[in-house]
């Protein structure tokens, strides 16, 4: 199993076991990403293009939790998932490059 697959299967089994839970306190468009996370996982050459969203999803939330917390406006607790996130964001951006359209 190649670097982006293992990547984007983590990804979206990370967030299904982490929102599910969650499920009606969270709009469902979080969950619908994990869902293309696993789809990307299953062809990452295929399915780059969508990874440029996929770091935008991880790299946003990250950036608006980290932003809330020193507007103390959520916990500091919120941080985990959101370095959490952030580091699949990073790893999202490292399985672009490795996926490169050469291999198309």
Do not use: C
């Not at 190649?2 to 306190?25: C, D, E, Q, R, S």
């Not at 399915?47 to 507007?71: D, F, G, H, N």
């Amino acid at each position: 199993m190649n670097f982006a697959k293992i990547v984007f299967w983590v990804a979206g089994i990370w967030g299904f076991l982490v929102l599910t839970p969650l499920y009606f306190m969270l709009d469902i468009i979080a969950l619908v990403w994990q869902v293309v996370f696993i789809i990307v996982a299953t062809d990452p050459v295929r399915y780059r293009p969508l990874m440029i969203p996929s770091i935008l999803e991880k790299v946003s939330w990250s950036t608006a939790v980290i932003v809330l917390v020193m507007q103390q406006r959520m916990h500091q607790s919120d941080l985990v998932f959101a370095g959490t996130d952030l580091l699949l964001g990073v790893l999202f951006v490292i399985t672009w490059f490795k996926t490169s359209v050469s291999t198309v």
